[in-house]
């Protein structure tokens, strides 16, 4: 018996991290379904990588908006009939550091909007897709869920500065936790992965790693197999501490 092609959707795919992972998502075999909020680079972008000979499929998506990621959900239902693997890439870092490059602002001055902002892309988005997906993974009995989260929400190495990305991405932790726990048994495998400093829009070009490599330990945790580990946190390929 054939297997059937493995299905991937990826948020935030139209640039950086997102697309990399699209491009060898494809080159392993597996479909990525590239979504993006911005329909017209969102659909350049998933033409770019069929002009190189991959298989991608575009659909717009909208992380905020639960009629979104409802449509979405439909165009996996009439188009595949499955989702087996979710990366949840999107996210948001507009704080910024003040002129003395002390990160700003200050956990006891970031007003509630700031946090709202990140909250909704960075933690509610991923769990809303998951909330939505993974009726789709149970049914063929499969499903890898991977979060991109940050050192910057890991406990062990929390600092001052930035607090409502922190305060975001350690609830995408902490929902990559329950996650993992709701779906023990059900080779559903959900991991979250720190990409590390990586050179996109939001790491700069300063920064050491470049988006084909981030994005290949991303596909990495894509294709765990069945007897791979859940509820971790990955860096560089290995297990690190939340």
């Not at 392993?28 to 033409?47: F, M, N």
């Not at 550091?97 to 909704?120: F, I, K, N, W």
Request: proline share 5%.
């Amino acid at each position: 018996m054939i297997e059937p092609q493995r299905i991937a959707v990826v948020t935030g795919a139209n640039r950086g991290i997102g697309f990399e992972t699209c491009r060898q998502l494809a080159r392993a075999g597996i479909k990525p379904i590239l979504t993006s909020r911005d329909g017209l680079l969102g659909k350049a972008a998933a033409d770019k990588l069929q002009s190189e000979g991959l298989e991608v499929a575009y659909q717009p998506l909208d992380v905020t908006r639960p009629e979104s990621i409802r449509r979405l959900a439909d165009f996996l239902e009439n188009g595949f009939g499955r989702a087996d693997v979710l990366i949840n890439n999107a996210g948001i870092f507009p704080e910024h550091t003040g002129r003395d490059g002390a990160p700003t602002p200050s956990v006891l001055e970031v007003e509630d909007a700031v946090l709202e902002q990140h909250l909704a892309v960075n933690a509610y988005g991923p769990l809303h897709l998951a909330q939505t997906l993974v009726p789709l993974m149970r049914r063929h009995g499969y499903g890898r869920i991977v979060n991109l989260t940050s050192g910057y929400a890991q406990f062990s190495r929390m600092g001052r500065g930035f607090p409502a990305y922190r305060f975001s991405k350690a609830g995408l932790n902490v929902i990559t936790r329950l996650l993992a726990a709701e779906t023990d048994g059900e080779n559903i495998l959900v991991n979250a992965v720190d990409p590390g400093w990586v050179r996109t829009r939001m790491g700069g070009a300063q920064a050491s790693a470049s988006p084909a490599e981030a994005a290949g330990r991303v596909v990495e945790l894509a294709q765990l197999g069945d007897d791979a580990p859940t509820g971790r946190l990955f860096r560089h390929g290995e297990v690190v501490d939340w």
